[in-house]
């Protein structure tokens, strides 16, 4: 995988990205899970800009939460939570764009349920209520986190297999 990312970058920069809408903490949280996720992968070093060889920047662009789904009584059983991030990777020495695209994700909740006891994997990891130690509390935040990852999930592999 190291060898797919151009030669002469080997740290990245990843300044807190640009939140244009009324969600808060959004690109706060989506900034820090990309940098955890770029250090997982021990591929390129993170680093502040004065040091950096290449720059992750990102703007978020859009959100909606809505209904999704109706029961039979035609009232909302389920919502959901999206938002999308324009992102751009630069190389810093020769200022130049090596990725520039949007990304988007989602994440669906129900204000009835608590995600703890609701017999859905509501993260997609495999794992149901009790056996999942991150599906628990606020339904409506669990599906924004399940949004983050996803982008954050996106945006790292488009880095990762961009040559």
């Known amino acids: 995988m190291a060898g797919s990312i151009p030669a ?5 920069n990843i300044p807190l990205f640009q939140n244009d809408t009324a ?8 900034t820090s899970k990309i940098t955890q996720e770029i250090a997982s ?5 993170v680093t502040n800009i004065e040091n950096s060889d290449s720059s992750i920047i990102g703007i978020v662009t859009d959100v909606s939460d809505g ?3 109706f029961d039979s009584n035609e009232q909302v059983d389920e919502y959901r939570f999206s938002f ?9 020495e ?3 764009n090596l990725i520039e695209k949007t990304f988007s994700g989602f994440g669906t909740y129900s204000i009835n349920n608590d995600p703890s006891s609701d017999g859905l994997d ?7 209520d009790e056996n999942d130690d ?3 509390g606020d339904s409506r935040e669990l599906a924004i986190n399940i949004a983050i990852n996803k982008i954050a999930s996106d945006i790292v592999n488009s880095i990762l297999s961009t040559w």
Do not use: R
């Open 8 to 12: 002469n970058i080997n740290n990245v």
């Open 23 to 30: 969600e808060f903490e959004l690109a706060e949280n989506l």
């Open 41 to 45: 992968q021990n591929i390129l070093k």
């Open 67 to 69: 209904p999704f789904s």
């Open 84 to 92: 999308s991030v324009k992102v751009k990777w630069i190389d810093n």
């Open 94 to 96: 020769n200022d130049i």
């Open 122 to 128: 509501n993260d997609n990891d495999g794992l149901l």
């Open 134 to 136: 991150d599906e628990f």
